[in-house]
């Protein structure tokens, strides 16, 4: 399964980043199946913000969920992140995946978001 991530590479602070996921090579509706949102502020690890799954089940981070809305696009086999109220902190690489099987099946090659005025 190949993932690739789109959107806007620099984001003001208080706006809402807006992401979204393309994916080929298997159906975001295909049973089992689980679509990640995961990030990498510079310099620190891996941070997962939340999925949706196959039946359109929504997930999210106890951390941002307040901030967190993850939807999909079954027609175009998409989902996409939006974060809203971003600050600096939220600058980051993200990437989007998909888990089956107890395992990530594939991952985007990410893309670095920054949030400056």
């Known amino acids: 399964v190949q993932l690739q991530e789109s959107g806007p590479g620099l984001v003001k602070p208080s706006q809402t980043l807006s992401l979204t996921c393309t994916v080929s090579?298997?159906?975001?509706?295909?049973?089992?199946?689980?679509w990640s949102w995961i990030r990498q502020p510079p310099g620190k690890g891996l941070e997962w913000i939340g999925a949706?799954?196959?039946?359109?089940?929504?997930y999210s981070s106890p951390s941002l969920k307040s901030r967190t809305s993850i939807s999909r696009d079954t027609s175009n086999n998409q989902f996409s992140l939006q974060l809203s109220s971003v600050t600096p902190d939220d600058t980051a690489v993200y990437y989007c995946?998909?888990?089956?099987?107890?395992?990530?099946?594939?991952w985007g090659k990410g893309t670095l978001v920054t949030v400056s005025s």
């Open positions: 995946a998909g888990y089956y099987s107890s395992t990530y099946a594939g």
């Open positions: 949706i799954a196959y039946s359109g089940t929504t």
């Open positions: 090579g298997a159906s975001i509706t295909t049973n089992s199946y689980t």
